[in-house]
C-alpha cells in the first residue's frame, strides 16, 4: 500500500474516562524513544493532524534531494530498496555498538577473565529474562499474571537489555501480532532480512504502522505501577542496568580491568543480547517450518529457540500467543524462559498460567499444518474409526 493511499481513520473511543486520566498523565512523561522527531507516540494520543502531519512529512522526505541521495545510497550498500527516511542518529548508535565491539573484539575481549565471561554470560540471562518473560509473555500477551515481586525482577532484567521503553517494545509487538507481514507491521519481514532483524529501528516508520498503532488499546499496560515508573525513569534504569551495574561488579568485586569489564558487559555482551531478540523478527519469520499454520510466515526455529530463551517456536506463538510457555515442544533447553516461569509458578509469583488443550493443538496442527508436525502421520491417521452407516443400518 503506498503512502498516498493511507486513508484517515477517527480514532477509537477504546479507553475509559478513568483510563483516560491515565493516558493522559502518562503521555506526560512517555518519551518519543523511536526518535519520531515530530514528537508523537504512535499510540491514541496522536490525532488526525498528527498523523496527516507525519504522512505529509514521510511523503516529503522521499521526494527531496536528500530522501533521494539516502535511497540511492542504501541499495548502493544494501542492495535493498528502502524508500523510509533514515533515523542516522540510530544509525550511528546502533552501528557503532557493533562496530566498536567486532573491531574490539579480537583485541581485547579475550583477555576478560572467566570470572566477567560468566558475569557476562548471567547479565545476558537475565537480560534476555526481561524481554522475554517480562515484555513478551507477560506485558504483551498476558499469557500468565505474576506478583509484584516478580513483575519488579522483570523490569529491572529487562532494562539489561538496552532496548525501546516497555510501552514502546508493548505497543509494537501486540501491532506485530495483529497485523503481521502488512505496513503496519513495524518489522514486517516481506521487507526482506536486515529491515526486520535491525533495519526497522533505523527508518522511519511506515504510516500505517502509526495508524494502526492508535487501535491498539495499552491501558492494561499503563495501569500497572511498575511500567509506570519504568517510564518515568526509563533513561536513568536502562544506563545503570545495562552498563553500569554490568560493567562495575567484575571491576569492583572480581579485580577485572574497568576497560574490560566494560568491553566485555556493555559492547559485547549487549550486542549480542540484542541480536538474539532481533533473530525472533528475522530469522524465526523466514527460516524454519510451519506444523500450526502454514498460510501465515512464522516458523519454527531451534537455533533462535536456544539464544533467544525460547522464543523461536514461532509459528506456534503467532498460532497461540497466550501460551505462556510460546511453545509447545522442545524442553527446558530449548526453552529456558518456561523453565523459570515454572520455577516462579511453584513459589506462587507467577500464576494462571496459560495454554491451550492438547486436543485443540491437534485439530488445529491436522488443519492448517505443513505436515511437518513429528506427530503429523499419527494425527492425519483416523484414531477412531468413522462409524460403518451400512453396518449401523
Ligand atoms: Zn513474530
Ligand atoms: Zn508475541
Redesign the pocket.
Known sequence: MTVASVPRAPLTAGATPKSDDKLSKMKEIISDTNNNDISMNDDKSVSDKDLDQYINHYNEWKQSKAGKWSQELVERILGTKFDAEIKWKNVAMIGGLHFITAALFFVYVWDSTIITWVWGFIVGGCAGFGVTGGAHRLWTHRAYKAKLPLRIILMCCYCMAGQNSLYDWVRD?RI??KY?ETDADP?N?NRGFFFAHVGWLMLRKHPECIKKGRLIDMSDVLADPVIQFHEKHFVALKLLFTFVIPSMIPWYFFNEDFVLSFLANCLLRNALTLNFTWL??SA??IYGNRPYDKRI??VENKAVSIVALGEGW?NY??VFPWDYKAAELGNYSTNLTTFWLDLFAKIGWAYDMKEPSKDLVRRVIHKYGDGTHITTPIAQLKEVPEPDATKSQ
Open positions: 509487538h506485530h501480532h503481521s518489522h519481514s525472533v523478527n524465526a519469520h510466515q512464522p514461532h506463538h503467532h
